[in-house]
């Protein structure tokens, strides 16, 4: 007998869920359609899925998975992915961590309610919890909100807020989703280094040579603990990242999408993510884009500078002096990633144009850096016209005190800022967009270019605020002549 239409679709559908009941034990992205028939998944829930079957099953070690706000991450891999694995090994340790125990525990939640299921009973009978309606309840077992014990076995699951304990608790598989709430924190160096304090010294305490971590991020800043892992431990991580917009054809080999494609145009069209995209460039390219970094500059854009050549910089200038502006470390150096660097920046104005001629960052401590001092500024062409510009923060009124009294050089304190590091460089931004600005060629040229226009989302702004004092300084005296309607020979 020929079915109809609509029960052939009835039959398909049955035999789709018998398929994915009896692939589910085995295959984590089976799993996740079979306790959820409604769930729709698109390419890349599937590779997600994908990444952390491989993880479970020890060819992946440690996972970054840097996918668009709603997109489906956290329902894989802090919901689904948990129960699935102790349904594969229900003497697994879990922590799942987030920016809040509140968040941590609502994942919890979701994650009981899924091995309470009796879809979930079908497939995996050996794991259940403590009081579940599938199962009688079994003392000595706990089961709450922050921790639940797999009963007749060593498995748990932990929940914890960044910054929580986990005392006594060794893991085998870390789940850290989303460490930063909002841009507030996101962008607080106080709360970067709390968050990296806590993953040293706590997280990471309770791993052993076999555990795994599976990180979900939203790259708010380059100084993230992601950053910051990435930095110190690259080869140890497998990134999986894929932005909202296409940027490389096929993602690299991930999709078959093109470049400019929208990552889930059913429920986040281009046209909504191009808007949002013009609201807020900087956020998006974090958030979405996951780069934190705009591609060509935050505030200012690369392409804002000119160039000149040493020689073509030598033939123009006669005699105009250059000058040198410092931003001194706020500690002593110890070695080069416990603290910040003192950044020196050599400037010239040459009639309507301010050429920096070089730009460099060193780690000395106080008597070195004073011995290096004249010594650079000589190097870098000064005379007896050059000043020496200093920020008076930190130990900045020592340098100018001791360099005055112990070299020729004419040093001079800067004002001390009143605006935010931000507020200052967009006052200035408008010289630099014109063209006014211009680097001499040379090696520094790129350590330069970017920091200063990946600010503020990296993690090092000396030649940000060393660049916009010379900028005011050397149009100081003409603040009032518009340049933008000067001819320039």
């Known amino acids: 007998m020929k079915l109809t239409e609509s029960e ?36 890349f829930h599937h590779v997600i899925s994908n990444h952390c079957q491989m993880l479970l099953e020890g060819k992946i070690k440690n996972l970054m998975v840097f996918v668009p706000p709603q997109h489906g991450k956290s329902e894989i891999i802090s919901r689904n992915f948990p129960a699935w694995a102790l349904g594969v090994n229900p003497d697994l340790k879990i ?49 709450n909100v922050d921790l639940f014990e797999t009963v007749n076995h060593r498995g748990f699951y932990k929940a914890v807020g960044v910054g929580g304990p986990l005392t006594g608790t060794p893991v085998d598989i870390a789940i850290i989703d989303d460490p930063v709430k ?9 709360y970067r280094e709390r ?9 990471t305490t309770r791993l052993h040579n076999n555990s795994k971590q599976l990180f979900i991020m939203t790259r708010w800043h380059e100084d993230d603990l992601a950053g910051r892992i990435l930095k110190t431990e690259p080869d140890e991580w497998t990134v999986l990242s894929i932005p909202a917009i296409c940027e490389k054809e096929n ?30 460039p900087r956020e998006f390219s974090a958030l979405y884009q996951q780069r934190p970094v705009i591609e060509g500059g935050n505030i200012v854009k690369r392409d804002w ?28 150096k110890k070695v080069k990633t416990d603290n910040d660097p003192s950044g020196i920046l050599a400037a010239c104005r040459i009639g309507t144009l301010v050429y920096l001629t070089h730009a460099m960052k060193v ?17 870098q062409g000064g005379n007896n016209e050059s000043k020496l510009h200093v920020e008076p923060k930190a130990n900045g009124k020592s340098v100018v005190q001791m360099l005055k009294a112990t070299s020729f050089l004419n040093v001079k304190e800067t004002e001390s800022p009143t605006d935010s590091k931000e507020t200052r460089l967009k006052v200035v931004s408008p010289r630099i967009e014109c063209g006014r600005v211009v680097l001499v060629e040379g090696t520094w040229n ?24 010379a900028i005011n300084d050397l149009y100081e005296d003409d603040d009032d002549i518009d340049y933008d309607n000067i001819n320039v020979i």
């Open 363 to 379: 780690y000395k401590e106080m008597p070195d850096l004073l011995r290096f001092l004249p010594e650079y500024i000589a190097a």
């Open 95 to 143: 922590a799942g961590c987030s920016y809040s125990a509140d968040l941590s525990g609502q994942f919890s939640r979701s994650i009981q309610r899924i091995i309470d299921s009796k879809e979930y009973q079908a497939i995996f009978p050996e794991t259940y919890l403590n009081g579940s309606n599938i199962r009688t309840s079994a003392r000595g077992y706990l089961r």
């Open 8 to 43: 052939e679709r009835k039959y398909l559908a049955r035999l789709g869920r018998m398929q994915h009941k009896l692939l589910a034990p085995a295959s984590f992205p089976h799993f996740i359609k079979y306790i959820n028939p409604k769930y729709s998944e698109e390419w």
């Open 195 to 203: 968050v990296w304090n806590w993953y040293n010294t706590v997280l």
């Open 446 to 469: 790129d350590d330069f270019l970017d920091e200063v226009c990946g600010f503020p989302a990296l993690e090092h702004d000396e030649f940000v605020d060393i660049l916009g004092y």
């Open 305 to 332: 500078f000119g160039k000149i050549s040493p020689a073509d910089f030598k033939a123009l200038r006669f005699n105009e002096p250059i000058h040198f502006y410092l931003d001194t470390a706020y500690e002593e």
């Open 182 to 190: 909002d841009a507030t924190e996101a962008y607080s160096p106080v």
């Open 251 to 280: 993602d690299g080999g991930l999709s078959h999408r093109h470049v400019g494609d929208a990552l889930w145009p059913d429920r986040h069209s281009l046209a909504k993510l191009e808007k949002q995209k013009n609201r807020s």
